[in-house]
């Protein structure tokens, strides 16, 4: 934090306000994880961390660096792009798997479906 | 063009992320275009379909509209997941899409996934419906109309 | 002002992540099906990466960008053989 008292006010409040924007829809994301109460509720929840929560975060990086160095940093833009590419593989994949086996084993625990099968 | 550089969309993404990754100077302009070339060429020997997008002007739309409805989604989510009193009726949804296209269902399967209160649990490709997953079902058909109207329509503009 | 301002907001902004960290750890260990405990893996990693982003704003330095970086296609990489596993009961087929 040596280097951050060149920074101006108005840089340091929307660094400050995006941070603890991200960092709290991060956490409001995995209270989700704990509260609801089937898996495919549960997988919303990190969803939550993934796209408002690193998006913001990510910005607060971005405007610290651009105004700290006085020229755009926009290399943090990299960890939003990959994140929005690889949480849908991921979850498309995991969620697929849970599917399999909730047919597989018990068909009890599938949520309320229209049709089920 | 297409003989030079046979994915130009591929190349420009290779191109800007090396810069990204190490800084804008006269070599590493060169390094960069260097690598999406050779990358762009060797991607030619895999040869993957190549998604064609038809209208830029619909694509930037649909991805202004993206962006503010994750940020909606997201504050919806956080209100169920804080205030939640038993009333939010999460429930798997059938959805028939007519989009074909598979660069097209891969973008609108990172869009529902993105958004917090839907997630693309599987799609069928033969009786062509995706079946997802909502946190709060309103209504049984508000999901489905808001999918095939808000995002399936202006994808099948642009893709198919 | 602004440097003490910013010092606050990235500490409480990295207890907030800690404790998100902290209640998926919960859900990892509590279970109760497979699934939910690969779901909170890729969710401490999630959270390890975004935490590696406060830190470089902590100290002022880029180099945890990069960190953050390989920490995501790990976490990527690993979610991804472990829902394989799930699916298939095997991740080399």
């Known amino acids: 934090m040596m280097n951050a008292a060149g920074l101006p006010l108005w840089a340091a409040l929307l660094t400050s306000f995006f941070l603890l924007l991200g960092a709290t829809v991060t956490l409001i994301g995995c ?73 597989t084993d018990d068909s009890r625990k599938l949520p309320r479906s229209r049709d089920q099968d | 063009m ?13 191109f800007l992320m ?24 060797a991607m030619r020997a895999l040869d993957p379909s190549k998604p064609r997008i038809r209208r830029w002007r619909v694509a930037a739309i649909l991805f202004a509209g993206v962006f503010v409805d994750i940020i909606k989604s997201n504050f919806d989510a956080a209100r169920i997941i804080l205030l939640r009193s038993g009333r939010a009726r999460p429930a798997l949804v059938h959805v028939p899409l007519a989009l074909r296209d598979p ?15 839907t997630a693309w649990i599987e799609y069928n490709a033969t009786s062509r419906e995706l079946l997802m997953h909502v946190l709060d079902a309103e209504a049984e058909e508000y999901w489905g109309d808001l999918v095939k109207q808000r995002y399936e329509r202006p994808l099948r503009e642009i893709f198919e | 002002m602004s440097a003490v301002l910013l010092f606050w907001s990235v500490l409480i902004a990295q207890l907030l992540i800690v404790m998100a960290m902290g209640l998926a750890v919960f859900r990892l260990i ?21 935490l590696l982003v406060t830190l470089g704003i902590r100290t002022g330095s880029v180099l945890y960008f990069e960190a953050a970086l390989v920490i995501g296609l790990l976490g990527f990489v690993a979610t991804l053989a472990l829902a394989k596993f799930l699916m298939r009961g095997e991740v080399i087929e």
């Open chain 1, 31 to 103: 209270i989700g994880l704990i509260r609801l109460r089937t898996f495919y509720e549960r997988i919303h929840a990190p969803t939550m961390g993934t796209s408002l929560g690193a998006g913001s975060i990510v910005l607060a990086s971005i405007i610290f660096f651009s105004v700290l160095d006085s020229r755009p940093v926009l290399h943090e833009v990299l960890i939003a792009v990959f994140v929005t590419v690889t949480t849908p593989v991921t979850l498309m994949l995991l969620s697929r798997a849970a599917l399999y086996r909730d047919h």
């Open chain 2, 2 to 14: 297409t003989r030079l550089l046979p994915y130009p969309l591929l190349a420009l993404s290779l």
């Open chain 2, 18 to 41: 090396w810069l990204l990754l190490n800084g804008v100077s006269a070599g590493q302009l060169l390094l960069g275009a260097a690598v999406a070339f050779g990358a762009t060429w």
């Open chain 2, 103 to 117: 660069t097209g269902l891969a973008v609108l399967a990172c869009i529902l996934t993105c958004m917090p209160g």
């Open chain 3, 30 to 50: 509590r279970g109760p099906r497979a699934q939910d405990r690969i779901l909170a893996i890729d969710t401490v990693y999630v959270n390890a990466m975004l």
